[in-house]
């Protein structure tokens, strides 16, 4: 191509790339209420939630004791009305509705819930994964959340462009309500793991939890959010667990481990869901990982700015290491542009650039625009760059590139060192990535 023409080029293919969106926490309409989506619904995101609280007017119990209706209301008010939405999860309400056709700029919230009470879910669910460029997502599935059990004990069925993650935060962070759950659900462990004689028992009713979990769902992928003072190994459950459980299932069935590290659950119980906050990790467990289980795959992406960098180095070390995301404080333009470029120059297309974390469906179409918009100027930049030392990239080249680090990696990353099966079965059923 010649140079002129790559800033259309380059345009073109990431607008047109579908995406793998690895994490994120949506359901498909089979799985009734917890399939979020609609006006009130993302003006209530916790994001906003949180960036409300910011000015007076209500309390928390005013606030959580009225209906969403309300405090849609409010947040429209507050945060459309009164005040510009200048903040990303503002301009995400902006984007999404104007891709939908709705101008946000009338501020005639009446009408825009109308116009939502008229889509059917199963056709709005579509429309959104077209206007975002969205081919596959990633759920967040916890056998540990009633409700969402309660689907799978009753057999729902996925719809196959949602992929599952086994999620474990309850049995690697709080051990003691997660035993006396697995209890509940007829497996025999024992609270008190400090006895290697008691934990064998236990250790292989929480393998036969976690194999029978991994295929009532079909998980592609085992998954947990950690503390940044979090340690491995350690005398804790959580490594008696990882190490004689959760590793050693995750080997055998060639699951990568995906870690989430950072977050500081709860800083303000009075926001809820959207208390949560960010400290600065200590990475050393995930080299402890890395390096005294190499032969499963890790995942990981990491909450704080300050980690990013550190991060990135770790992962060059470790083939059985793969980052992924701008993770919810770090999806922000800024921020997810500094990362993008940083994860190129030391690490080139080797990553997944983003996942949405959307929790409702219509914020995929925000999520992958910002996104998309980010990564075409990262990569404008980068081309230049290299055109400038004497490198003029091909369209396949780029398209591949593209399509590496909008899911591409992940997939060849999943598929590294796959038992031959023979059974030929592409996992995610992506074959067009
Ligand atoms: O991004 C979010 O919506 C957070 O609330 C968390 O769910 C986070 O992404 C997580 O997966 O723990
Ligand atoms: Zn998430």
New binding site residues.
């Given amino acids: 191509i010649q140079t002129s023409d790559i800033k259309n080029t380059v345009r073109e293919i990431v607008n047109s790339t579908p995406v793998l969106d690895i994490?994120t926490?949506l359901f498909p309409p089979a799985f009734g209420d917890l399939s979020l989506w609609g006006i009130d619904q993302i003006l209530t995101y916790?994001?906003l939630v949180a960036e409300v609280f910011q000015y007076p007017g209500v309390t928390y119990d005013q606030f959580w004791s009225a209906s969403i209706t309300e405090q849609a209301d409010w947040i429209w008010d507050q945060l459309f009305v009164e005040r510009s939405p200048l903040s990303e999860a503002c301009r995400g309400v902006i984007t999404t509705l104007n891709s939908l056709g709705l101008d946000a700029h009338q501020k005639d919230l009446k009408s825009l819930r109308g116009w939502f009470a008229e889509q059917e879910p199963n056709q709005f669910l579509d429309r959104c994964m077209e206007l975002a460029g969205v081919s596959h997502i990633g759920m967040?599935n916890s056998p540990f959340d009633e409700t969402e059990r309660s689907f799978w004990e009753n057999g729902v069925e996925v719809d196959n462009r949602f992929i599952a993650a086994l999620?474990l935060?309850p049995l690697l962070l709080d051990w003691i309500n997660a035993s006396q759950q697995l209890r509940d659900l007829g497996y025999d462990v024992e609270t008190d793991l400090r006895m290697l004689s008691v934990r064998e028992g236990t250790v292989n009713e929480v393998r036969r939890f976690l194999n029978e979990w991994a295929d009532k769902i079909n998980a592609k992928y085992v998954?947990v959010?950690l503390p940044p003072d979090f340690q491995f190994p350690s005398e804790e459950p959580s490594s008696h667990l990882l190490i004689e459980a959760v590793l050693p299932f995750c080997e055998a069935r060639n699951l990568p481990f995906a870690m989430?590290m950072g977050?500081r659950r709860q800083v303000n119980p009075q926001l809820r869901?959207a208390g949560?906050g960010v400290e600065r990790s200590d990475l050393t467990p995930l080299r402890h990982f890395c390096e005294r289980h190499p032969k499963n795959k890790f995942m990981v992406t990491a909450l704080s700015q300050e980690n990013q960098q550190e991060l990135c180095v770790l992962t060059s070390k470790f083939a059985n290491l793969h980052v992924f995301g701008c993770?919810?404080f770090m999806?922000t333009p800024s921020l997810m542009e500094d990362m993008t470029r940083m994860r190129l120059e030391l690490l080139g297309p080797s990553f997944t650039m983003q996942h949405s974390?959307a929790?409702i469906i219509d914020q995929l179409i925000y999520k992958w625009k910002h996104t998309r918009e980010v990564l075409i100027k990262v990569l404008l930049d980068k081309y230049a760059d290299l055109g400038k030392a004497g490198w003029t990239p091909q369209r396949a080249e780029i398209e591949r590139d593209v399509q590496a680090l909008l899911g591409g990696a992940f997939m060849e990353f999943c598929r590294a060192d796959e038992p031959a099966s023979g059974d030929d079965s592409v996992p995610y059923g992506v074959r067009n990535l």
């Fill in positions: 994490h926490h916790h994001y967040t999620r935060d998954m959010s989430m977050v869901l949560d993770w919810w999806n974390d929790r």
